[in-house]
Structures are given as structure tokens and as C-alpha cells.
């Protein structure tokens, strides 16, 4: 089992910045992905970013790209979610998940997920 606990959400106003911080515990030796994904009301695209796990590879969303920078210290066992020039329609909570599928090779979503933290971006 993979154990996630996401923090640093809170309110921010439209063009300001958040940090978002995934701990990582428990069983992780055949974990190939991190990924950050948000849910809010009439949203149907939960997917923001992903990171391999062991390598340096990355993915985003389009709505993200550009925005946002997801990174990993494997010695902290913490996964980041950097959020700059964040929009109103960034506003969600956030999800940290993981997965044993390579980032690239993903089929059956993710299978661990932390409890979710809010982002509020005001205008």
C-alpha cells in the first residue's frame, strides 16, 4: 500500500502562486508514477501533471503547460506541484496519485490517491 498526504492549498488571487507538497510513505518499490490531478464541479479533465518516478520524464495538461512545474525529491519521499499565473479556472481540490504504470503507459488511471487539498483562486 502507498500512503499520500497532500498539503499547501489554500486562497490565492488570480496571477499569484502555490506550492503544493505530496508526501509519499508506505510501500513504493514498484511505484513508476506521481501524478497531480483535480476535481471541481462541471470539470470533466481531472488530469494536471505526471512525473516518472525514477527518471526525469513529465507530462501535462494543455491547460497547465506552461504554468505549472511538477518535481520530486525521492529522498524526502515528496512530490511538488508548482502553480505560478494560476486562474481562477485552476480552482479545484487536488489530488496526489499514484500508480505502478510508466508515465507514458497509463490504461487503468491511478491507484493510490491522497485525501485531496483546495486550491481557491479568486478574481
Known amino acids: 500500500q502507498v500512503q499520500l498526504v497532500e498539503s499547501g492549498g489554500g486562497l490565492v488571487q488570480a496571477g499569484g502562486s502555490l506550492r503544493l507538497s505530496c508526501a509519499v510513505s508506505?510501500?513504493?518499490?514498484?511505484?513508476?508514477?506521481m501524478g497531480w490531478l483535480r476535481q471541481a464541479p462541471g470539470k470533466d479533465r481531472p488530469f494536471v501533471a505526471a512525473?516518472?518516478?525514477?527518471?526525469?520524464?513529465?507530462t501535462y495538461a494543455d491547460s497547465v503547460n506552461g504554468r505549472f512545474t511538477i518535481s520530486r525529491d525521492n529522498a524526502k519521499k515528496t512530490v511538488y506541484l508548482q502553480m505560478n499565473s494560476l486562474k481562477p479556472e485552476d480552482t479545484a481540490v487536488y489530488y496526489c496519485?499514484?500508480?505502478?504504470?510508466?508515465?507514458?503507459?497509463?490504461?487503468?488511471?491511478?491507484?493510490?490517491w491522497g485525501q485531496g487539498t483546495q486550491v481557491t483562486v479568486s478574481s
Open positions: 496519485a499514484s500508480t505502478p504504470q510508466s508515465l507514458g503507459r497509463i490504461t487503468r488511471g491511478y491507484e493510490y
Open positions: 508506505g510501500r513504493t518499490f514498484d511505484m513508476n508514477t
Open positions: 512525473i516518472s518516478w525514477r527518471g526525469k520524464s513529465t
